[in-house]
């Protein structure tokens, strides 16, 4: 943690991004247009899920962030409670909706690959049931960080919610589990069974590796974005 | 311990005073209850394998409708200035706070669903059932509609949000609660259920007392 | 690419608008910010 407190700092925070931003971008796109070849073209299609294995190369990475995003939040909210980094609290504000997004796209992903493989957009599936309910923590965190009138309360607010909702996702996906095998036969088809073969595990990997630049790219912009949107009504509160 | 006994006492006193607002939250229970028959269709059995699901949820929303006064009133007239600056902690407040809460919604749900049950054709043990599981699991309802109340307080359209804060967290309450009797009816484990639904409850009164202090320090600053 | 492509397809479209629109929208949000900033004459220290 000692590493990363330098960048508590708001002015360092954005010589640090400044820096990092473009570079990061050109490697984020780099990235894509070799995933979306690896993803699309070159890896071939799955012995019993056909041309959907393509999809969980964008799935499969989505699910990951999202989950790593709350993390992110919990971690930012905590950094935020204890220490009162105030990047905590902007950093917070701009992840949530990149974190949200990223699961709106696992959910409509997994919908999409549902219906040839399940012969439905949706099951009540614990896995899909307990990713709705984590875009549902992540929507009650963003309106809860932008529902009052000074900005701080929002942002320690969320911060509280963050670290209960880390508390309780574990209890949310331990009971949905159960709830899942108390009411439905599990008959679903996993990705790729128990190994994953290279050809499959390669560009999943690689793609999880941009969607990852690209979640922390977003996040970057977003938080500078927010360090100046603070002082704008910092100047307009003097006004 | 006598301050939190107090808290609790001065509470139900306000209530005493006001009971409509008790009543509103148990008739909307009813009502919206026996609005599923109407929308769902009469048969029996479809009414019979529904019902602790419909009164579980229903309990739910009728808990949370309650909620958004919770610390809404002593923040407007400084009684949360107060309790902020006594020596005892704030935690043992909140507490007190949601306590009073379940006496109020919480346990009158409790008594009042098995006559609801009735109406949906559920066996008498299954009626019991019910409402053990409703004594059990609405105080974890009242600590995280608590916490929700606390984290919404002074917020724009503090009640949606509320809602929207407080839901997907009782999810794994209202997951066993309705399991459970679920599990009663058809042969499945019901202690099992119930001693989970009691762990929640546990894990709710462990952690929600001090986020709910926090919340209600950084509101009161 | 014959048997699923359009639910394949339509799974990267998705993807492109939710995740493309959050690139465009955080751009777009800086931008203004930032001319917001240097029409009061708070231009961004570098």
């Known amino acids: 943690m000692a ?48 041309d959907t294995v393509r999809i969980m190369f964008v799935h499969v990475p989505s699910a990951w962030l999202a989950m790593a995003g709350y ?38 992903t997994g919908s999409l690959w549902g219906r040839p493989m399940w012969g439905a957009y949706w099951v009540w599936d ?8 984590l875009f549902f923590l992540y929507l009650g965190h963003i309106a809860l960080s932008r529902a009052y009138d000074e900005p701080d309360r929002g942002d320690r607010a969320a911060a509280i919610l963050a670290l209960i ?36 595990l390669v560009p999943l990997l690689w793609m999880a590796a941009t969607l990852f630049l690209l979640f922390v790219l977003l996040v970057l912009l977003r938080t500078d974005t927010e360090i100046d949107r603070r002082r704008l009504e910092n100047a307009e509160q003097q006004a | 311990m006598s301050g939190f006994v107090a808290l609790v006492a001065r509470d139900l006193r306000l209530v ?64 949360l200035d107060l309790l902020l600056l006594a020596p005892w902690p704030l935690e ?18 409790a008594v009042l669903a098995p006559l609801l049950g009735v109406a949906f054709g559920l066996e008498p043990a299954v009626l019991l059932a019910l409402s053990a599981t409703l004594l059990v699991g609405t105080p974890t309802l009242s600590l995280i509609g608590g916490l929700a109340a606390a984290l919404t307080l002074g917020a724009r359209k503090s009640g949606a949000l509320l809602a929207l804060l407080a839901l997907p967290l009782c999810v794994p309450t209202l997951i066993f609660g309705a399991g459970a009797v679920e599990a ?34 950084q509101a009161g600053e | 690419m014959s048997t699923h492509a359009v639910y394949v397809m339509s799974a990267y479209l998705v993807a492109l608008v939710i995740l493309g629109g959050l690139l465009i929208s955080s ?20």
């Open chain 2, 92 to 109: 043992l407040a909140a507490l007190a706070k949601c306590c009073a809460h379940w006496i109020v919604t919480g346990l009158p749900l």
């Open chain 1, 71 to 108: 993390a992110l939040l919990a971690g930012l909210g905590a950094s935020l409670l204890i220490w009162r980094h105030p990047l905590a609290a902007l950093m917070a504000r701009a992840a949530a909706p990149v974190g949200a997004g990223f699961c709106a796209v696992c959910l409509l």
């Open chain 1, 165 to 200: 909702g880390v508390i309780n996702l574990p209890i949310i996906k331990f009971s949905v589990d159960w709830w899942n095998t108390l009411h439905q036969p599990a008959s679903v088809a996993r990705l790729g069974g128990p190994s994953i073969h290279p050809s499959i």
């Open chain 2, 184 to 217: 009663l009816a058809t042969g499945g484990d019901f202690r099992a259920h119930i001693a989970v639904l009691a762990a929640l409850a546990l894990v709710a009164l462990a952690t929600t007392p001090w986020a709910i202090a926090a919340a209600l320090r």
């Open chain 2, 16 to 79: 005493w005073r006001r009971p409509g607002d008790v009543a509103v939250v148990l008739a909307f229970f009813v009502v919206a209850t026996t609005l599923f028959p109407l929308g769902i269709g009469p048969e029996a059995n479809v009414l019979a394998r529904i019902a602790a699901g419909v009164l579980w949820c229903a309990a739910l929303f009728a808990a949370l409708l309650s909620l958004d006064r919770l610390f809404a009133a002593d923040f407007e007239d400084g009684t």
């Open chain 1, 3 to 50: 590493d990363l407190h330098f960048l508590a700092n708001p002015a360092r925070f954005r010589r640090f991004s400044q820096r990092v931003v473009p570079s990061l971008s050109v490697a984020t796109a780099l990235m894509l247009a070799v995933g979306l070849y690896l993803a699309l073209l070159q890896s071939p299609p799955d012995y019993q899920q056909g």
């Open chain 3, 27 to 46: 751009l777009a949000a800086r931008q203004r910010v930032r001319r917001e900033l240097s029409a009061r004459g708070l231009e961004r220290k570098r």
């Open chain 1, 126 to 133: 614990a896995r899909l049931t307990s990713m709705l309910l």
